[in-house]
Nanobody, 127 residues
């Protein structure tokens, strides 16, 4: 089975940036839409951003303009650039391999069809 491994998390002060990386072990990475989601303590899983197989992105309103998703199909990697981090961004961040990519954000809120999820990388934003 394919594996997704996230890295790049850490403990940073507010206002700084981090780049999260998800590395996939399978060569079929390029055929699947991908997403980033997060889960804060005591809260539900939150979808953040998704990318089509060719890199077209969709963002949740809560992170649009601060976060950037990108993929490199040759390297089998998915990235999430986190800018101007806030304390409320503290969470475990996961990448997911999805069945479908949606241009309409509301479709992700209704149905995020996840085929696989990584183990996550922790981001802590604190002064």
């Amino acid at each position: 089975d394919a594996q997704l491994v996230e890295s790049g998390g850490g403990s940073v002060p507010p206002g700084t940036s981090l780049k999260l990386i998800c590395t996939a072990s399978e060569y079929t990475f390029k055929y699947y839409p991908m997403s980033w989601v997060r889960q804060a303590p005591g809260k539900e899983l939150e979808w953040l951003a998704g990318t089509s197989t060719v890199g077209t992105a969709t963002y949740a309103g809560s992170v649009n303009g601060r976060f950037g998703i990108s993929r490199d199909n040759d390297k089998h990697t998915l990235e999430l650039q986190l800018n101007n981090l806030k304390s409320e961004d503290t969470a475990m961040y996961y990448c997911t391999k999805d069945r479908t990519w949606y241009a309409d954000v509301s479709r992700y809120n209704d149905t995020h069809d996840v085929l696989e999820r990584g183990q996550g990388t922790q981001v802590t934003v604190s002064s």
